[in-house]
């Protein structure tokens, strides 16, 4: 099965802060990487699939980046509502792996 | 807009089978996959398994030997079973569809629903 690590697992930040949280799978996984945004007692929210593209609505200042291995959501300028956890999902093989997270704190 | 919605008891007995619903409304449930996850906790997402339309599933297979997924497209439902469950189990459980047909990254999620295993 393929299993991911993200990093780093918590990060605190300030507003306005560039944020880039890293997404590792242990094997390939070509683009089929998407990240979550779940915020205490809401259900996860999609915000880049295959890899880097925007879901609509979401805003343009979240990117992700990256291909086989190694993926990337970087936060251009960290807003007061973007403080939550993020999350990697892989979806190449029939096995959907979420990976274990990454919280975003205020500094 | 494509809505879900968990049902089901939020309360299972250890040993017993935990049996959840999913309610598709604003769309059909036929051409796309239809996921359940779970979340202990405190703790991270975890996913169960997932179905096709046509009745065809896939399994983590940590959990293989105890879920079984079922749709229902005369209803737009799609369910999950988890038997001889333990404290273990105690999580949000959500439902989850695909964004569009092609992408199957989950665009649509239910509220999720609490389900507490204990005597």
């Known amino acids: 099965d393929i299993q991911l690590t993200q990093s780093p697992s918590f990060l605190s930040a300030s507003v306005g802060d560039r944020v880039t949280i890293t997404c590792r799978a242990s094997?390939?996984?070509?683009?089929?990487l998407a990240w979550y945004q779940q915020k205490p007692g809401k259900a996860p929210k999609l915000l880049i699939y295959a890899a880097s593209t925007l879901q609509s609505g979401v805003p343009s200042r979240f990117s992700g980046s990256g291909s086989g291995t190694e993926f990337t959501l970087t936060i251009s300028s960290l807003q007061p509502e973007d403080f939550a956890t993020y999350y990697c999902q892989q979806l190449n093989s029939y096995i959907f792996t979420f990976g274990p997270g990454t919280k975003v704190d205020i500094k | 807009q494509v809505q879900l919605q968990e049902s089901g008891p939020g309360l299972v007995k250890p040993s017993e089978t935990l049996s959840l619903t999913c309610t598709v409304s604003?769309?059909?449930?036929?051409?796309?996959?239809w996921s359940w996850i779970r979340q202990p906790p405190g703790k991270g997402l975890e996913w169960i398994g997932y179905i096709y339309y046509s009745g065809s599933t896939n399994y983590n297979p940590s959990l293989k030997s105890r879920v079984t997924i079922s749709v229902d497209t005369s209803k737009n439902q799609f369910s999950l079973k988890l038997s001889s469950v333990t404290a273990a189990d105690t999580a949000v459980y959500y439902c989850?569809?695909?964004?569009?047909?092609?992408?199957?990254?989950?665009?649509?999620w239910g509220q999720g629903t609490l389900v507490t295993v204990s005597s």
């Open positions: 094997q390939g996984i070509s683009s089929y």
């Open positions: 989850a569809g695909q964004l569009r047909l092609g992408e199957l990254s989950l665009g649509y």
């Open positions: 604003g769309g059909s449930i036929s051409s796309y996959y």
